[in-house]
């Protein structure tokens, strides 16, 4: 019997637990936001990706279009997102970001790198010099890089 699959399930654990536990910290060290993380993600997105009907955007953040809905109504109703209608159907409805919105996020990612930053300097040089070795790999894991 191999062992591979154990090592495999065990480092596959513990990076899994390594990185939500690194993103709940993060967020418990940045508390400014007015808003929640589902919100703070869907205006980082409408910012990245620009305006977008609310619908496509539940499917980038991986929600039901309902809890997107309310997301948007609430960022609407503070003044981070507005709606306007979709130039190729005047049906539908595109979100998309406010330069106050635009602006909690900016903020709300300075503090949360910020709190890295903290976190980091906290790691002795060799911790420090394996994480940037190991970052080329952990971006690839995104899919994303």
Do not use: K
Not at 7 to 12: D, G, N, P, W, Y
Not at 28 to 56: C, F, K, M, N, V
Not at 103 to 124: F, H, I, K, N, Y
């Amino acid at each position: 019997m191999s062992t591979a699959p154990v090592i495999a399930t065990e480092t596959t654990t513990r990076l899994y637990l390594a990185v939500v536990r690194l993103n709940r910290a993060l967020r418990r060290d940045s508390r400014e936001a007015l808003i929640g993380h589902g919100g703070l993600s869907a205006l980082a997105t409408l910012i990245q990706d620009g305006p977008q009907r609310a619908g496509t955007l539940a499917q980038v953040e991986g929600i039901t279009a309902p809890a997107m809905t309310r997301i948007v109504n609430t960022l609407e109703s503070l003044g981070y997102v507005e709606r306007s209608a979709d130039p190729d159907d005047g049906r539908a409805q595109l979100v998309a970001a406010t330069a106050l919105g635009e602006e909690l996020v900016l903020s709300c990612r300075a503090a949360r790198l910020q709190a890295l930053g903290d976190r980091l300097d906290r790691l002795t040089p060799d911790q420090r010099a394996a994480v940037r070795t190991a970052l080329p790999a952990l971006e690839g894991l995104t899919g994303e890089a």
